[in-house]
């Protein structure tokens, strides 16, 4: 079992930053051994994949609307994910949830399948 617990969220203008992290923990869970990623949600929208890596970090995959301006990222000593979320829009308002891959080494980002959430954290974005 694996618990995510994410952190950063806020209210920024528009052109701003933030920066995300996702603490995991676990008994059994090795983080470092886990593909992690980011999930967004607007209300009355959708969850939406924001952003992906593997898990040795050699992989990432950005969801289009978020490519070029967020940038995921991973430090297995602190067992943390981060999204660095640079010039923000107003659109990118919601709440944001961390999650780990349902199976272990996994090669590409691309191939992650969420099997733990977060609770998430709010980000708005203001105009």
């Known amino acids: 079992q694996v618990q995510l617990v994410e952190s950063g969220g806020g209210l920024v203008q528009a052109g701003g930053s933030l920066r995300l992290s996702c603490a995991a923990s676990?008994?059994?869970?090795?983080?470092?051994?886990?593909?992690m990623a980011w999930f967004r949600q607007a209300p009355g929208k959708e969850r939406e994949f924001v952003a992906a890596?593997?898990?040795?970090?050699?992989?990432?995959y950005y969801g289009n609307s978020v490519k070029g301006r967020f940038t995921i990222s991973r430090d297995n000593a602190k067992n943390t994910v981060y999204l660095q979320m640079n010039s923000l829009k107003p659109e990118d308002t919601a709440v944001y949830y961390c999650?780990?891959?349902?199976?272990?080494?996994?090669?590409?980002?691309?191939?992650?399948?969420?099997?733990?959430w977060g609770q998430g954290t709010q980000v708005t974005v203001s105009s």
């Open positions: 890596i593997s898990w040795s970090g050699g992989s990432t």
């Open positions: 999650a780990a891959d349902n199976s272990p080494f996994k090669g590409r980002a691309t191939n992650l399948a969420p099997g733990s």
């Open positions: 676990g008994r059994t869970f090795s983080f470092s051994h886990y593909g």
